[in-house]
């Protein structure tokens, strides 16, 4: 059975009626996929096959990427595997997706950048943007969306559109189309799976996954060897945890985050780690008796000393986890 035998078959169907009327483009199709349990037992992806060309994909070598080089230039474009590029502009990350049929872009970032991500996009292929996706609300990796191409649709979480039509922003021009479960699209027989995991550094954060080439694009809840931004503002405990884990059933070898160098599945992993870790301090802390200041104060995990934002940001996070656990209490 082929993707695009699959799509042309599939029902056009619309999550939600009172979308603004603005159709996707000829060949990108949604299909409903029905909310996984709350066990996550029969979470679709643990049971999907996986298709020949991901296994393929995964065999491909990946180029390097050298994150200290990167850090001196204001903005790249790096292949991840056939199709699937990184944009970067200094600390933020973007992905594209190149399909014979179209482009696929992921978050402008903001105008400026967006204006040398729509340049950066025309040195590797010709083809148009054909739909824009923003990853959640936040300002820092969805404005610009007009400079990148104007008048595509543009998709996004329900609820990432009921944040922005409530503070309205012109360089943040709302989402044409929303969902709030799952949304497939195929375009030129990419199969590109727009996922909500469920509320972590945002409750409207949605996961790309591009099943045949591996891929995943992951914005601010996981990165790769780096700990939380500050105090984790915005995130949702203990609702991170299963997001996290959800994440981790998809079929993926490498995962673009919306900052830092990708990774693999294994770097998530360590990232799990690093929560559970946290979690398991907090809970100590707090069994012995120490106060939020006393236990901040004496905090240290040198498993992730060498991890970015350790120094500046880690007794932040920490605090944020004590929090959390003793106001559960
Ligand atoms: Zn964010």
């Known amino acids: 059975m082929s993707a695009s035998g699959r799509a042309h078959t599939a029902p056009l169907h619309l999550h939600d009626t009172a979308l603004q009327a603005h159709t996707l483009p000829e060949g990108v199709v949604e299909i409903p996929i029905p909310r996984p349990s709350s066990n996550g037992n029969d979470w679709r992806y643990q049971m999907s096959r996986l298709p020949a060309s991901a296994l393929i994909a995964s065999l491909l070598i990946i180029a390097p990427y050298n994150d200290s080089a990167a850090q001196e230039r204001e903005y790249e474009v790096t292949e991840i595997t056939d199709g699937v590029y990184m944009f970067r502009y200094r600390a933020h ?101 727009l996922l909500y995991l469920g509320r972590n550094h945002s ?84 069994h012995a008796g120490l106060s939020e200041d006393e236990a901040v104060e004496k905090v240290d995990l040198p498993d992730y000393r060498a991890w970015g934002g350790y120094d500046d940001w880690f007794k932040m996070n920490a605090r944020t986890i004590y929090r959390h656990y003793a106001e559960g209490r």
């Open 203 to 286: 409750d409207n954060s949605i996961v790309a996954h591009l099943p045949q080439k591996g891929v995943i694009f992951a914005v601010d809840f996981v990165s790769n060897d780096r700990v939380g931004y500050r105090d984790l503002p915005g995130f949702y405990f203990p609702d991170l945890w299963g997001s996290v884990e959800r994440l981790q059933r998809l079929d993926y070898h490498t995962a673009i985050f919306g900052h830092g160098p990708p990774g693999t599945k294994g770097d998530v992993y360590e990232q799990i780690e690093y929560w559970a870790d946290l979690r398991s301090w907090a809970e100590l802390a707090i």
């Open 93 to 193: 990350n973007a992905m594209f997706v190149v399909t014979g049929e179209g482009v696929v872009a992921f978050d402008p970032i903001s105008p400026a950048a967006a204006r040398i991500y729509r340049d950066q996009i025309r040195t590797v292929t010709s083809e148009p943007i054909r739909v824009i996706v923003y990853s959640h609300h936040h300002a820092d990796h969805i404005s610009g969306a007009n400079e990148l191409a104007g008048g595509v649709p543009i998709i996004a979480h329900a609820l990432a559109r009921e944040k922005l039509a409530a503070e309205p922003n012109p360089d943040i021009p709302l989402p044409s189309r929303t969902f709030t479960d799952e949304m497939t699209m195929f375009v030129g027989g990419t199969e590109i799976r």
